[in-house]
């Protein structure tokens, strides 16, 4: 790949990153402003998508080449609901079965090769299955299985582990997901200030707790997607505007009348891992903002920690929360993988066991803190830092977004393409970029629906050139991501934009 010539692009890795010297997987960070910018000028236009005939001939690809997977989804249907149980799994054209995961590339059922941009929805900071991983598992399993509900060394070796490279998190609570860890901070939160609310960014996704399904994907959207869920559960939960302190500030003031916040929760990259990415004193304003009112601030690291950085985003802004959430990445992609850490006198309310006669917060999980998921966790992080992996994935990701950048510059398309290290965006439905207008709401459900076709649309195309993506729309690269695959990937990618529909544009 040639070097970066435009002007649009300001990520590019220094050369003390490329050589790896850097302890963090964002080189250079990215002001946000020119972002907005050209993402506001892509929904100014209307969605620009794949020529229908070239679309078509995609659409074949899966007919042609996926036809035992096309087989078992169908029977799958009758089964499972929706035939599919993975919110990250490609329904469009069908869902594809993988049967083999292998360094930064996946196989399916029918012999297909792809390049792994999904990682998992980001856990595979090493690449998917390394060995270095899997081996101590296996020794596991031969010897003691995969849970007892006791205790199990490897709890404390990953607890210390974590501790090490984080020290705002004094102490470590392992849980089962994500979703899980979020639940426990806010807990926590509330039993220790005594308050109620929670304020989290608009878009922002912390799992799928009652509380949670709050404002996902379209700031403002608040109880679009809780069906099921009774008002009640919402009731405690509020948004600020997405990288806007102003509107932080003025919910905590408003909240103040209303009981006070127990917490601010947000990811430190900006809500759905820096898809609305936030400027760079962000979460230090966040933080000032919540000891001035008296909350508590809780980072959600669930794809950040051990992706930024073994110091997690905290480390890479400088920023300390009270709370950290972890997830995925803590198990290495192992089952199952969760966890909350932090102040020791918030995370001592946690204390499991028999204790009694002092408040305490309850959680649990039989899985929780499994000997598997602590085995695999602790080597995930031990090779990390022997392979400085986070370094790798985020250079990874600067060439891929550059060389996206480059592409799209060249074809003079408007679509827009940056990156946090290792968590690369490539908008070009832009789906999460629709305006919530509550008084034109049947206008703005087509336009979701527009334009969430057209995501799945690029996705299925990417699919067929033998790219995975999340949701078409971002990527994930690992360690085991080589300038080889990104180069492949990028003539990929190039190959799809050949056939863009240019109509819609100007
Ligand atoms: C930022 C963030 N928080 C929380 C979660 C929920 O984690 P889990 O899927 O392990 O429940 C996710 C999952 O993708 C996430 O990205």
Known sequence: MGKMES?????????????????????NYQSPKPIYAKLDRLMALPPIGIKAAAMEEYLKFFERSCAKSKKIVAEAKSYIPGGVQHNLAFNYPFPVVFTRAEGAYLHDIDGN????????????????????????????????GPVTGLFHEFELKIAKEICRHMPAVEKFRMLGSGTEAVMTAIRIARLHTGKKNILKIGGAYHGWSDQMVYSLKLPGSRRFEAHGIPRVCTKYTCEAKPNDLASLERNLRLNKIRGGTAAVIIEPVGPESGTRPVDKDYNAGVRRLCDKHGALLIFDEVVTAFRIGLGGAQGYFDVRPDLTVFGKIVGGGYPSAGGVGGRRDLIDLLAAGLESGKKKCYSGGTLAANPLTSVAGYYTIKEIERTNACVKAGLAGDRLTQGLVELIDRLELPYVAYN??????????????????????????????????????????YMAEGVVTLAGSRMYTSAATTDEVVDDALVRFARVFANIDREGIK
């Open 7 to 27: 002007q649009a692009y300001d990520g590019v890795a220094n050369e003390a990153g490329r050589a790896g010297g850097g302890q963090y997987g964002i080189t």
């Open 113 to 144: 090769r792809y390049i792994d941009f999904l990682q998992a929805g980001g856990p595979t900071i090493l690449g998917s299955n390394p060995r270095e991983v899997r081996e101590p598992v296996i020794e596991l399993l031969n010897e003691c």
């Open 420 to 461: 946090q290290g290792s968590i690369c965006h490539l908008e070009t439905a832009a789906g999460m970029f629709i305006k919530l207008d509550w008084l034109k709401i049947f206008k703005v459900l087509k336009e979701i629906k527009v334009r969430k076709l057209e995501m799945e649309k690029f996705g299925a195309a």
